[in-house]
């Protein structure tokens, strides 16, 4: 997929603060979702359909990713 992300609306969470190692998210025109690392904001992107992102945040509210204890 070839995407142009040229003109997206990049944002960060509320939590970052003014932290400079965060991951930021577009809302795409097409109805996907975009993720960048906010060090190399002109570096690659993965784009993600919106069933793609739901599913993702859901496993994050689950706590599906956490780190095995």
């Given at each position: 997929?070839?995407?142009?992300?040229?003109?997206?609306?990049?944002?960060?969470?509320?939590?970052?603060?003014?932290?400079?190692?965060?991951?930021?998210v577009?809302?795409?025109?097409?109805?996907?979702?975009?993720?960048?690392d906010?060090?190399?904001?002109?570096?690659?992107?993965?784009?993600f359909?919106?069933?793609?992102?739901?599913?993702?945040?859901?496993g994050?509210?689950?706590?599906?990713?956490?780190?095995?204890?």
């Open positions: 997929m070839n995407t142009d992300l040229s003109g997206v609306n990049w944002f960060k969470s509320s939590y970052s603060s003014s932290q400079s190692e965060c991951v930021e577009a809302w795409l025109v097409e109805g996907g979702v975009g993720v960048r906010s060090k190399h904001p002109t570096g690659p992107a993965l784009i359909t919106p069933g793609e992102w739901d599913a993702f945040t859901a994050v509210i689950d706590g599906g990713f956490r780190r095995p204890t």
